[in-house]
């Protein structure tokens, strides 16, 4: 005779009484959404409303399969009836794909018959208890990516045996537990712990998803970790009907004033690609814009602008579909046009740069589907901007930068790096630069083989990149082991010391255990003598600019390269500070 738990779940399945709920995943850098993760609810007010009672009803009674296909069904179904953008994630158990009642083909079936592309679906493994047959489970997901799925892993850091998981399985999407989220923004462990992860998934070709983010400092620091994806309660509990469109409010307003140095080639600057186009106020009418439309058949938007603020554009159709309706002009003719006025618009400060303007339109593309986007200066009105001018320009930057890129890091190389100093020094402002030299590296590279040695200058130049703080900041990739870096604020030392520790400390994992102990390898010298070397080191030779004190970047370079060799005379891990080319006043560090 079935308990009363076992005649719930009968009635449950039978009668398919499951809610879909929907949490979004959204893309930090556009501020978009990626993507909703389905999650299952059992009857309210049931013992089994909760998924963990649910699941666990039906793993105890066998039926997990049947429960999870069902499940899966649902989902599929209520994403497709909502017509919600972006991919699905479907929760699935690694132990399902090898049930002997598992049928393989069935989500494929359903998707084709409602009309929904396999590659828009993301199946997530959720562990809930000690994965053994990895070889089942691998042939399981290779089969559905041969269909078009994407694979992701849930809760890395909570299972029984989340990184050999990770790396059996090689999912497309790895999501990082919500343990590891919580405080993230004062606690240094959690944030070692998920720079680590994000640095094995660049290895492993792998985006990463921050799970569980519930305040806005949490985000924030995400956000300024480079971690591409995210979910939690700041951006939006799950819900029945889901956000279709994240608030602004989350993240800033919608004008956008990014802090940027003033460049002196002003053709790389929001402010050329600016197009005179006079505003109206929110008080004009729609009989009045009417005309305007009319007179110029090319005009799509007109700016709208209170107290010399933009705060939004008409759009030429939002006008269009109220004037074509039976007696639109006579009865809304008179009427002003204020709610009309489309304010979600991409507000961009005209200093900013060509390069940070086309990271922020990307996010609004897809959600707008709008070519202009509003030029202000200091807050104030300017004019409108094309999206095609700057896609043009955007195009013309990387065909130069692609010419003179490193090939390996794709860092700038020489030339733009030259063009870098001296565009520095004509701002007559004052900044820091770094020359960045490996030590050891030829005995590792003859030893361990170029593509070790090629892994160690990728490690160091996402070290580097982390090292980053201000949008002013640059970074150029000399050729070998030697980089520059140049940086613009007064934590610039810390900025160093921080790179050294980071390398110390990432190094020796990229030793066999043997030279772990040793402290180093042995290796022929270029006289052929062999010779003990110790692990390999960073030495960073540092010079400040103040204004005025160098006229090319050929001063510079004399300058850094001095620094950098007295660098290198300091053993391990080193800092060495030339403090001042004028009081020729020497500061050295020796970190490790």
Known sequence: ????????????????????????????????????????????????HSPVSLFEAARQQGRLVELELLCRELSILQFKWLNLPGKLFLNASPETLFQPNFRSGRTLNLLARIGLDPSRVVIELTEHSPLENYEVVRDALKHYKEMGFEIAMDDLGSGYSGLRMWYELRPDYVKIDRHFMCDIDTDKVKQQFVNSIKNIAQELNCKIIAEGVETENEYRFIEKMGLQFCQGYYISRPALLPLRRIPDSLFSDNVITIESTKSVNSATMVNQLLQNVDAISPSTTVEYCA?????????????????????????????????????????????????????????????????????????????????????????????????????????????????????????????????????????????VICYIDLDNFKPYNDHYGYEKGDQIILGLTNILRQGLTHSDDFIGHIGGDDFIMILSTDNWHAQCSKILDCFSEWVRHQYSPEHQVMGGITGEDRAGNLQSYPLLSVSIGCVRLPPKICTSHHDVAVLATYAKSMAKKIRGNSLFVYDSPQTANPLQEKVS
């Open 1 to 48: 005779m079935k308990n009363l738990t076992e005649l719930s779940l009968d009635i449950i399945i039978q009668s398919k009484k499951l809610s879909v709920y929907f949490q979004p995943v959204i893309e930090n850098y556009g501020h978009t959404i990626f993507g909703y993760e389905a999650l299952i609810r059992g009857p309210v007010n049931s013992s089994l």
């Open 291 to 431: 005309d305007i439309f009319n007179q110029y058949p090319h005009l799509e938007s007109i700016p709208v602008v209170e107290e010399k603020k933009a705060i939004g554009l008409l759009r030429r159709n939002s006008l269009t579909n109220l004037l074509f309706t039976q007696y639109g002009r006579e009865l809304s003719g008179k009427k002003s046009i204020a709610s009309l006025v489309d304010s979600q618009v991409l507000v961009l400060e005209s200093s900013l740069s060509i390069e940070q303007a086309s990271i922020l339109i990307s996010g609004q593309i897809d959600r707008q589907k709008a070519l202009e986007f509003i030029i202000s200066s200091k807050g104030e009105y300017q004019g409108v901007g094309s999206v095609i001018d700057l896609l043009r320009e955007v195009t013309h930057l990387q065909i130069n930068n692609a010419r003179y890129a490193n090939p390996l890091t794709l860092l700038p190389g020489n030339v733009p790096i030259s063009k870098e100093l001296d565009k520095r020094l004509q701002l007559s402002r004052p900044f």
